[in-house]
């Protein structure tokens, strides 16, 4: 990201130039993430004409607590695209059935503005927080239908942001699938770091000291009994809680993130198997 920074050392934001507003800057497997999103947006119309007026009360929400600018430069093609939000906005309007409400949260307050511009200038209106997300997801869960079918795309940066709290309130909704972005990347990384201070993990996947040996040298080892971990949590949730997950890599080869899918009911992990199925790099059932 070399063109990031100015002499100052500080980060530059880069603008896109067809709105005047800030960008996040992503590499190209950024668009893979979006186009599972799009997919499953589009597949989930009928689910969620449900639950929306006539036919039902309980509301479709759709739900970000790491929203991003809304548009994004991809270093490797030199490319403008859309944002999450932005993604997940036009599928839904496209399906001709919209969802009823959308929340958008960014720990940066740059991000909610720039995604707040964007959001009204498509004609759209969205409720906007600009919290940490262990804070914004109170916030939301309270200005949500508990009656209603919703979907939380949670895609942070790093293990940090998504302290395992967050996926449990949700998952305390009845009805909540959940699209969460982990970071393999960034645990194979930071991994020595991450064990030596444990807050992160703490956070992230709690009871990770009784179930993971860390004594051993093998790395991978460590890295996979970790996630296992991290996936038996998941599992956990609830009784009715289905969970697919894929595994995106670079294009080296290197493992970068997975897209663990988190559906309460039948009916959501069927449509996001039908989305895997389609132009798939590797996907596991859990
Ligand atoms: C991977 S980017 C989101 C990209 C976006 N979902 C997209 O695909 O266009 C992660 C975002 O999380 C925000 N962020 C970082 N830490 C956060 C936290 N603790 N709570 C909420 N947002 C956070 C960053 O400002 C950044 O915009």
Excluded at 41 to 63: F, K, S, T
Aim: proline letters at 3%; glycine letters at 8%; charged letters at 25%.
């Amino acid at each position: 990201m070399a063109d990031q920074f100015g002499e100052t050392g500080v980060a530059k934001r880069i603008i896109d130039p067809t709105d005047g507003l800030i960008v996040d800057i992503v590499g190209a497997w950024a668009s893979e993430k979006h186009e599972r999103l799009r997919k499953y947006i589009d597949a989930a119309h009928g689910a969620r004409a449900r639950y929306l007026r006539p036919r039902g009360m309980g509301g479709a929400a759709y739900i970000e607590l790491f929203s991003g600018p809304g548009r994004s430069f991809v270093e490797d093609d030199k490319a403008f695209i859309d944002g999450s939000p932005l993604v997940a906005y036009k599928a839904a309007k496209k399906s001709r059935t919209n969802v009823s409400e959308l929340h958008f949260n960014d720990l940066e307050s740059d991000n909610v503005d720039a995604l707040h511009q964007r959001i009204a200038k498509l004609g759209g209106a969205a409720s906007f927080y600009n919290d940490a997300a262990k804070k914004a997801v109170d916030k939301i869960i309270y200005a949500l239908n508990p009656a209603g079918l919703h979907f939380a795309f949670l895609d942070p940066y790093n293990l940090q942001g998504l302290p395992f709290s967050i996926i449990e309130k949700l998952a305390r909704l009845p009805r909540t699938d959940m699209l969460i972005h982990v970071s393999t990347f960034d645990l194979q990384r930071n991994l020595r770091r991450y064990l030596d201070d444990g807050r992160v993990l703490d956070a992230f996947m709690p009871g990770w000291r009784d179930r993971v040996d860390i004594k051993t040298t093998n790395q991978q080892a460590i890295r996979a009994g970790l996630l296992s971990h991290w996936r038996g949590l998941i599992r956990n949730l609830g009784t009715s809680t289905a969970e697919a997950i894929e595994l995106v890599s670079g294009p080296k080869g290197q493992r970068l993130y997975w897209l663990v899918f988190v559906s309460a009911h039948e009916l959501g992990l069927r449509l996001w198997n039908d989305i895997c199925n389609v132009n798939v790099q590797k996907r596991f059932d859990l």
